[in-house]
Protein backbone atom coordinates (compact mmCIF):
# COMPACT_ATOMS: atom_id res chain seq x y z
CA UNK A 1 0.00 0.00 0.00
CA UNK A 2 0.98 3.31 -0.99
CA UNK A 3 2.48 5.37 2.39
CA UNK A 4 0.22 8.01 1.99
CA UNK A 5 -3.09 6.45 0.30
CA UNK A 6 -5.96 7.49 2.83
CA UNK A 7 -8.89 5.48 4.08
CA UNK A 8 -11.46 6.00 0.99
CA UNK A 9 -14.10 6.65 4.03
CA UNK A 10 -11.91 9.55 4.93
CA UNK A 11 -11.60 11.21 1.10
CA UNK A 12 -15.10 10.71 0.50
CA UNK A 13 -16.17 13.32 3.85
CA UNK A 14 -13.48 15.82 2.54
CA UNK A 15 -15.00 17.06 -0.15
CA UNK A 16 -18.21 18.41 2.02
CA UNK A 17 -14.87 20.41 3.94
CA UNK A 18 -13.49 22.07 0.76
CA UNK A 19 -14.57 25.05 1.96
CA UNK A 20 -12.84 24.85 5.48
CA UNK A 21 -9.15 24.11 4.84
CA UNK A 22 -8.23 23.77 8.44
CA UNK A 23 -10.41 21.54 9.48
CA UNK A 24 -9.16 18.93 6.50
CA UNK A 25 -5.88 20.03 7.08
CA UNK A 26 -6.55 18.10 11.13
CA UNK A 27 -8.35 15.03 9.22
CA UNK A 28 -5.48 14.01 7.24
CA UNK A 29 -3.08 11.37 10.06
CA UNK A 30 0.66 11.40 10.15
CA UNK A 31 2.31 10.00 6.95
CA UNK A 32 5.38 7.73 7.28
CA UNK A 33 7.60 7.44 4.31
CA UNK A 34 10.47 4.94 4.64
CA UNK A 35 13.89 5.46 3.37
CA UNK A 36 12.87 8.70 1.39
CA UNK A 37 16.21 9.79 0.42
CA UNK A 38 17.92 6.31 0.05
CA UNK A 39 19.55 6.71 2.99
CA UNK A 40 19.34 3.41 3.76
CA UNK A 41 23.09 1.76 4.12
CA UNK A 42 24.22 4.86 3.44
CA UNK A 43 28.30 5.04 4.96
CA UNK A 44 29.72 8.50 6.50
CA UNK A 45 33.13 8.00 6.60
CA UNK A 46 35.29 10.32 8.23
CA UNK A 47 35.63 14.09 7.52
CA UNK A 48 38.10 14.76 10.41
CA UNK A 49 40.29 11.90 12.74
CA UNK A 50 39.19 11.84 16.21
CA UNK A 51 41.19 14.23 18.49
CA UNK A 52 42.00 14.41 21.93
CA UNK A 53 41.09 16.11 24.89
CA UNK A 54 37.37 13.38 25.20
CA UNK A 55 38.18 13.10 21.34
CA UNK A 56 35.68 14.52 18.62
CA UNK A 57 35.44 14.12 15.11
CA UNK A 58 32.96 14.51 12.26
CA UNK A 59 31.37 12.04 9.34
CA UNK A 60 29.92 12.65 6.36
CA UNK A 61 27.94 10.75 2.92
CA UNK A 62 26.78 12.94 0.05
CA UNK A 63 25.03 11.63 -2.82
CA UNK A 64 26.99 14.24 -5.31
CA UNK A 65 30.25 13.58 -4.52
CA UNK A 66 30.30 9.43 -5.35
CA UNK A 67 31.59 8.20 -8.13
CA UNK A 68 29.02 7.29 -9.66
CA UNK A 69 26.95 9.97 -8.54
CA UNK A 70 24.32 8.35 -6.64
CA UNK A 71 21.30 10.60 -6.84
CA UNK A 72 17.60 10.19 -6.97
CA UNK A 73 14.22 10.86 -8.49
CA UNK A 74 11.50 13.29 -7.19
CA UNK A 75 9.06 11.42 -4.86
CA UNK A 76 5.73 11.17 -6.41
CA UNK A 77 3.24 13.71 -4.47
CA UNK A 78 -0.03 11.98 -3.86
CA UNK A 79 -2.63 13.33 -6.37
CA UNK A 80 -4.77 12.17 -4.34
CA UNK A 81 -4.47 14.56 -1.00
CA UNK A 82 -6.84 17.10 -2.17
CA UNK A 83 -7.14 21.06 -1.88
CA UNK A 84 -3.39 20.80 -2.19
CA UNK A 85 -2.93 20.15 1.95
CA UNK A 86 0.12 19.91 2.78
CA UNK A 87 2.26 18.69 5.59
CA UNK A 88 4.11 21.58 7.40
CA UNK A 89 5.80 19.49 9.97
CA UNK A 90 8.24 16.44 9.85
CA UNK A 91 10.74 14.44 11.44
CA UNK A 92 13.69 12.34 10.40
CA UNK A 93 13.77 8.83 12.17
CA UNK A 94 17.02 6.98 11.57
CA UNK A 95 19.35 4.06 12.86
CA UNK A 96 23.06 3.20 12.35
CA UNK A 97 23.54 -0.62 11.74
CA UNK A 98 27.84 -0.73 12.82
CA UNK A 99 30.85 0.95 12.72
CA UNK A 100 34.30 1.12 12.09
CA UNK A 101 37.54 1.92 13.54
CA UNK A 102 40.46 2.73 11.03
CA UNK A 103 43.60 4.18 11.32
CA UNK A 104 46.72 4.46 13.19
CA UNK A 105 45.32 3.76 16.32
CA UNK A 106 44.89 0.70 18.79
CA UNK A 107 41.15 -0.81 18.82
CA UNK A 108 39.97 -1.90 21.79
CA UNK A 109 37.14 -4.40 22.76
CA UNK A 110 34.72 -2.13 23.09
CA UNK A 111 33.99 2.04 23.34
CA UNK A 112 31.38 4.29 24.06
CA UNK A 113 30.68 7.44 21.78
CA UNK A 114 28.10 10.15 21.56
CA UNK A 115 26.04 11.37 18.41
CA UNK A 116 26.24 14.79 19.32
CA UNK A 117 24.51 16.09 16.09
CA UNK A 118 22.95 14.80 13.05
CA UNK A 119 22.31 16.80 9.78
CA UNK A 120 20.63 16.05 6.87
CA UNK A 121 20.37 18.16 3.41
CA UNK A 122 18.36 17.71 0.53
CA UNK A 123 18.69 19.83 -2.80
CA UNK A 124 17.37 19.80 -6.49
CA UNK A 125 20.63 18.29 -8.14
CA UNK A 126 22.87 21.30 -9.78
CA UNK A 127 20.99 23.21 -6.71
CA UNK A 128 22.43 23.03 -3.62
CA UNK A 129 21.90 26.43 -2.90
CA UNK A 130 18.78 26.21 -2.55
CA UNK A 131 18.67 22.74 -0.13
CA UNK A 132 16.53 22.36 2.94
CA UNK A 133 18.39 21.41 5.60
CA UNK A 134 16.96 19.01 8.87
CA UNK A 135 19.42 18.86 11.97
CA UNK A 136 19.46 18.16 15.46
CA UNK A 137 21.54 17.31 18.86
CA UNK A 138 20.06 13.79 19.27
CA UNK A 139 23.12 13.39 22.30
CA UNK A 140 22.65 9.56 21.92
CA UNK A 141 25.50 7.49 23.65
CA UNK A 142 25.92 4.46 21.67
CA UNK A 143 28.61 1.14 22.89
CA UNK A 144 30.08 -0.31 19.90
CA UNK A 145 31.26 -3.89 20.57
CA UNK A 146 34.09 -5.46 18.46
CA UNK A 147 32.89 -7.90 16.22
CA UNK A 148 35.98 -8.62 13.70
CA UNK A 149 38.35 -7.24 11.49
CA UNK A 150 37.59 -6.03 7.66
CA UNK A 151 39.37 -4.74 4.98
CA UNK A 152 38.39 -1.22 5.89
CA UNK A 153 39.56 -1.23 9.78
CA UNK A 154 37.80 -3.08 12.81
CA UNK A 155 34.24 -4.01 12.81
CA UNK A 156 32.02 -2.79 15.81
CA UNK A 157 28.15 -3.69 16.27
CA UNK A 158 25.95 -0.82 18.17
CA UNK A 159 24.03 -0.79 21.33
CA UNK A 160 20.56 0.77 20.80
CA UNK A 161 20.79 3.17 18.25
CA UNK A 162 17.71 4.90 16.80
CA UNK A 163 17.35 8.60 17.09
CA UNK A 164 14.84 11.52 15.81
CA UNK A 165 15.42 15.26 14.56
CA UNK A 166 12.58 17.46 13.66
CA UNK A 167 12.04 20.31 10.97
CA UNK A 168 10.23 23.75 11.51
CA UNK A 169 7.69 24.48 8.99
CA UNK A 170 9.83 26.25 6.57
CA UNK A 171 11.94 23.92 6.43
CA UNK A 172 9.66 20.96 6.04
CA UNK A 173 8.15 22.89 3.43
CA UNK A 174 10.84 23.54 1.44
CA UNK A 175 12.14 19.94 1.74
CA UNK A 176 8.71 18.88 0.05
CA UNK A 177 9.29 21.18 -2.44
CA UNK A 178 12.27 20.17 -3.39
CA UNK A 179 11.46 16.01 -3.07
CA UNK A 180 8.35 16.33 -5.35
CA UNK A 181 9.50 19.10 -7.96
CA UNK A 182 13.14 19.96 -9.92
CA UNK A 183 13.96 16.34 -11.02
CA UNK A 184 16.92 14.43 -9.61
CA UNK A 185 17.92 15.36 -6.27
CA UNK A 186 20.95 14.88 -3.89
CA UNK A 187 21.13 14.20 0.06
CA UNK A 188 23.64 14.87 2.07
CA UNK A 189 24.10 13.47 5.91
CA UNK A 190 27.11 14.47 8.34
CA UNK A 191 27.75 13.63 12.20
CA UNK A 192 29.49 14.87 14.79
CA UNK A 193 30.83 12.18 17.51
CA UNK A 194 32.87 12.54 20.39
CA UNK A 195 34.11 9.93 22.68
CA UNK A 196 35.63 9.95 26.25
CA UNK A 197 38.91 7.85 25.53
CA UNK A 198 41.69 9.96 24.22
CA UNK A 199 43.65 6.12 23.02
CA UNK A 200 41.13 6.79 20.01
CA UNK A 201 42.77 9.11 19.05
CA UNK A 202 43.50 9.29 15.16
CA UNK A 203 40.98 7.10 14.64
CA UNK A 204 38.31 7.38 11.80
CA UNK A 205 35.31 6.37 12.68
CA UNK A 206 32.99 5.17 10.05
CA UNK A 207 29.13 4.11 10.61
CA UNK A 208 26.51 3.03 8.38
CA UNK A 209 22.78 4.01 8.64
CA UNK A 210 20.24 1.64 8.97
CA UNK A 211 16.39 1.98 8.50
CA UNK A 212 15.38 5.68 7.80
CA UNK A 213 12.06 7.02 7.77
CA UNK A 214 10.45 10.61 7.65
CA UNK A 215 6.93 10.91 9.17
CA UNK A 216 5.04 14.30 8.06
CA UNK A 217 1.95 15.59 9.98
CA UNK A 218 0.37 19.07 10.53
CA UNK A 219 -1.20 18.97 7.44
CA UNK A 220 -3.09 22.02 5.78
Known amino acids: MHPFRPIHLLWTVLPLLAGCGSVVGTLVPSQT ?18 KVQSV ?3 AQYDTSRSTPPASFPDLQFPSDV ?25 APASFTFSLDSFRVSVWDSGNQAGQATLSGTPKLTVTATRSGTTLGGTA ?11 ADQATTERAITVLTSGGQNDVSASAD ?3 PDDALAGCGLTFTLGNTSVTLSNFH
Not at 33 to 50: F, Y
Not at 88 to 99: N, R
Request: proline letters at 8%; charged letters at 5%; aromatic letters at 4%.
Open 156 to 166: YTLSDHSFTIS
Open 193 to 195: VSA
Open 33 to 50: IANPANLNGARLTPSSVL
Open 82 to 106: PFNVRPHAAKLTASMTGATLSGPCV
Open 56 to 58: TGS
